[in-house]
Each structure stands twice: as C-alpha cells, then as structure tokens.
Nanobody
Framework: QVQLVESGGGLVQPGGSLRLSCTAS????????MAWYRQAPGKQREFVAS???????NYAVSVKDRFTISRDNAKNTMYLQMNSLKPEDTAVYYC????????????WGQGTQVTVSS
C-alpha cells in the first residue's frame, strides 16, 4: 500500500472549476492504477474516474464530458480537473490506489471537500 494525501477542494459557484491533487508516497507510483471516488451526504461512495499505469482513463457517465483525470509519475501525483461544476458534484472526493493486478483499491486518502453552491 501507499500513503495518499489529497488537496485542492473548496467552495465554488456552479459552472466554476477546481483541480484536485493526490500525492503518493513511495517509489512505485508508476505501477499503480489511480482513481477518484466521491461520497455525497446520505449517499454511497461512487466511482468518478480512474487512470491506469499505462495512462488509460475511465470516467463515470455523469462526469465524462466535464472532468479530466491525469497523472505525473515524476511527481508521484494524480490530478482531477473539474470544469462546469454542478451542485450535484458536491461531495467529499477521495483518492485511491491499487496495484494493477489487484481487484479492489487498497489505499485511500483522507478526502477533500468540494462544495458547489451559489
């Protein structure tokens, strides 16, 4: 497992943008598949986006045209660029990591709050 630290959350108006960052400890970052999940009040945690060690990306339908996931292996950092934010994007966003061969994500960050409101 790796230790993950998130940053970049905050309050933004509808239609605005935020960029979340997730920095991982260790020297094997490039071998991990990384993902963003989110959990809104009263709801279960849901998948947002992922990026594999090879750079293959996947997105939830609800964010596919608005969010972009990326990674910088030299900095051990993953990003989530969020544009055209909606109130329904309000949630705690979590960074997650897993080895390529693993089924489940085994490492999680502490979460960062994103609030979209006028």
């Amino acid at each position: 497992q790796v230790q993950l630290v998130e940053s970049g959350g905050g309050l933004v108006q509808p239609g605005g943008s935020l960029r979340l960052s997730c920095t991982a400890s260790g020297s094997a970052f490039s071998l991990y598949t990384m993902a963003w999940y989110r959990q809104a009040p009263g709801k279960q945690r849901e998948f947002v986006a992922s990026i594999s060690s090879a750079g293959t990306t996947n997105y939830a339908v609800s964010v596919k045209d608005r969010f972009t996931i990326s990674r910088d292996n030299a900095k051990n950092t993953m990003y989530l660029q969020m544009n055209s934010l909606k109130p329904e994007d309000t949630a705690v966003y979590y960074c997650a990591a897993k080895r390529t061969i693993s089924i489940a994500y085994g490492s999680w960050g502490q979460g960062t709050q994103v609030t979209v409101s006028s």
